[in-house]
């Protein structure tokens, strides 16, 4: 059985850091692409940040750019995501997905299988 499970939102101020992780169980973690996802409220959950099984390759939501890094360390069966320069409008759930095995860049919520259980993150202006 999978599992994921996120950690590390809260509240911070407008131009702070928060670094959120998600631990994953239930599968070789080192041959799954990881995502992660936000929803706001009354919106859909979209794209933020996806790495490769590998570690090689990595992709962003423009709206991040230059300011969240996503990254994993799989001894540790864990996906990272450091969001730095944070705005009110970061404010959100924020979810890590499991994709297909060795898939590549996804970045469509319908590409994972799994997810976890959301981390709220709230930016205060």
């Known amino acids: 059985q999978v599992q994921l499970v996120e950690s590390g939102g809260g509240l911070v101020q407008a131009g702070g850091s928060l670094r959120l992780s998600c631990a994953a169980s239930?599968?070789?973690?080192?041959?799954?692409?990881m995502g992660w996802f936000r929803q706001a409220p009354g919106k859909e959950r979209v794209f933020v940040a996806v790495i490769t099984w590998s570690g090689g390759t990595t992709n962003y939501a423009d709206s991040v750019k230059g300011r969240f890094t996503i990254s994993r360390e799989n001894a540790k069966n864990t996906v990272y995501l450091q969001m730095n320069s944070l705005k009110p409008e970061d404010t959100a759930v924020y979810y890590c997905?499991?994709?297909?095995?060795?898939?590549?860049?996804?970045?469509?919520?319908?590409?994972?299988?799994?997810w976890g259980q959301g981390t709220q993150v709230t930016v205060s202006s």
């Open positions: 239930g599968r070789t973690f080192s041959n799954y692409p």
């Open positions: 997905g499991i994709g297909g095995f060795r898939r590549g860049i996804l970045v469509r919520v319908e590409d994972y299988d799994y």
